[in-house]
């Protein structure tokens, strides 16, 4: 048995920010990962995907010569140069956190798959590790929904979508979520035909119904065929291509697609640690259970990252293990004092933190609403880039903004300012007098309050 200080089981987003406290330290530090180093974020998620869409943005608006002024004729798409750059930036993340764990003298990178064999010790491969606190980072996997003869087809989830080497024909998706829209977006303005199937009445939603909506419009504006509401009766595979049955609007509907890409969601990888065998507890769905530090029931160690079920971001996760540190080293972070932001890389991308409308509405305030569409914001008119609107809500009685939804031109980056003003509760009477750089998209935000109103009932009514 080899024992360290600090055993890490996984090497997502979050290893990285407790290495960087913990090498210093000098202490001996184990981590172990059975696939690819860097987890999903680098592998699968934020890195490859958000190399597709500034390809596909970069494509698309190549199109829109004649509306900027110029000409692009004959225009092609060489997609195996497209992922050969998206491949290059993604095994250079991979390698080079592998790099630096294979050359720091204190680390000790064990690939294998762990499992719990005792509270503080695993087995990988055969060899058993134990250690002082042990903070598990396995992430999340694709789920499949129930679906009558999906099990019989050669669908693709996230992972696999990416090892495509040629633009499908036609990409069906099961899932108008986050990964399914951007997907959709993506693989459209690289000439593919394609279809979203959302079994809900709107796409993403966790969102606003406005919000939504505006999203829909966009993509549909784009050629992609949106079906909400819609039930996913049967899929069958009839050579190489897939058909996808649906009832919608009461009627039956036959999707034949070359490529099915199944993005309907995501469930804990806990269930590959034996856990059975220690005191952690899991919920109904998998996910670890934790407390205000994530911490488990088990003293010293820890579940960071999607795995814990408080995020499913690539920032939550760093956040988690900063929490995780501070308990450690010295501070206050815990989760409740994090408030929700994340982004949607569509094209306008959509910013969003705090509380959605319906959110603030539920909670008993007295809300106020202001909104501005973005062709009335002079930056956005001269990029040519006026798709989607801004809304803040904001507390009657404290003055205080409750939350914020950027959909637009630079959403994604201006709504790490309503971050910061949330958290620092910054009054928007405060937030006025703020000079910002003109001309911008950002600073348009304060003049948004101009017109606010009382929200007297949810949109979702």
Known sequence: MKHFDHLIIGTGQATGTLLGK???????????????????????????????VASAKAYH???????????????????SKVRERMN???????????SWMNNTPNVDLIIGRARFTGE???????????????????????????VNGLDQVNWLDSAGLLDLEEVPKHLIVIGGGYIGVEFAQVFRRFGAKVSIIQRSEHLMPREDEDVADAVQNILEEEGIDVYCGANTVKVSQIDSKKEV???VNGESKSLIGDQLLVAAGRLPNSDTLDLENTGIKTNDRGYIKIDKYCETDVPNVYAVGDVNGH??????????????????????????????????????????????????????????????????????????????????LVDAETDLILGASILGIGGDEIINMFATIIHSQIPCRQYRK????????????????????????????
């Open 22 to 52: 913990l090498i210093p330290t000098k202490t001996s530090i184990g981590v172990i990962e059975a696939d690819k180093v860097g987890g999903s974020c680098v592998n699968y998620g934020c890195t490859p995907t958000k190399t597709l």
């Open 120 to 146: 503080k010790e695993v087995s990988v491969n055969g060899q058993i590790y134990s250690a002082d606190n042990i903070y598990i980072n396995v992430g999340t996997k694709p789920s499949a929904p129930p």
């Open 434 to 461: 703020v000079v910002l750089v003109h001309p911008t998209v950002s600073e348009l935000m304060p003049w948004i309050l101009d017109g606010i109103q009382e929200v007297r009932e949810s949109n979702e009514s």
């Open 88 to 98: 290059g930036i993604r095994n250079g993340g991979s390698n080079g956190l592998s």
């Open 245 to 247: 049955m649906i009832e």
């Open 311 to 392: 995020g499913g971001f690539t920032h939550t996760a760093v956040n988690d293990a900063e929490i995780v540190l501070d308990k450690l080293f010295g501070g206050d972070r815990t989760l409740y004092t994090r408030n929700t932001i994340y982004g949607l890389f569509t094209d306008p991308p959509l910013g969003r933190v705090g509380m959605t409308e319906k959110e603030a509405l539920a909670s008993g305030r007295k809300v106020l609403k202001a909104t501005r569409p973005m062709n009335r914001i002079s930056r956005a008119k001269e990029m040519g880039e006026t798709k989607g609107f801004a809304k803040l």
């Open 61 to 79: 608006q190549a199109k829109r010569g004649d509306f900027y002024g110029f000409s692009a004729e004959n225009l092609t798409l060489d997609y």
